[in-house]
């Protein structure tokens, strides 16, 4: 039980950040839209360096990529607190439990994809982030797909009886 509820604890405090970054992206829009704009643009990566060609200096597409951030933030969030409520509720049997992770599955894959697709692979190495002092959110990534990493492999091991109810 206490493997099943420490999962249920996990996915939700993925749930807990998703939906802060998310509320914070939204409520101090200009903050990480500064960030996100730096990336897409270049402007702040090593002078003359040979892939200006990638930059986008469009604040259309900028807001658009910062409102896809947000947005899968929020799916993340949605996707993991029902995900961990759907956990909770299966925690007294072990084959309902282990039916239960699809939907924590999914949000947490899909936070897996924002932090090491959108910031580490796009942001870092297409839109060469990592040669930015002021405009490098790769090591935050880094630090979120390693726990996401860690609590998607931990949820997918799958859940047995408990041992420790059966003895005496």
Known sequence: MATKLSKVALVWA???FASLAAVSNFTDY???YKLVSHVLKMDTTYPDNKVMWRAIDNPIVHHLAYGC?????????VLC???GYRLARSTKNPDDFNKAKGMATLGLT???L?????????GGE????????????????FRLVLIIGVTLV?????DGEDKSQHSK
């Open 14 to 16: 993925i749930a807990l």
């Open 30 to 32: 200009e903050s990480n």
């Open 69 to 77: 951030i947000i947005l899968t933030e929020l799916v993340i969030a």
């Open 81 to 83: 607190w029902l995900g």
């Open 110 to 112: 899909l936070g897996f």
């Open 114 to 122: 924002l932090w090491f697709t959108g910031f580490m692979t796009i």
């Open 126 to 141: 297409w839109f060469l982030m990592w040669q930015s002092e002021i405009a490098n959110a790769q090591q935050s990534a």
């Open 154 to 158: 931990y949820l997918a091991l799958p």
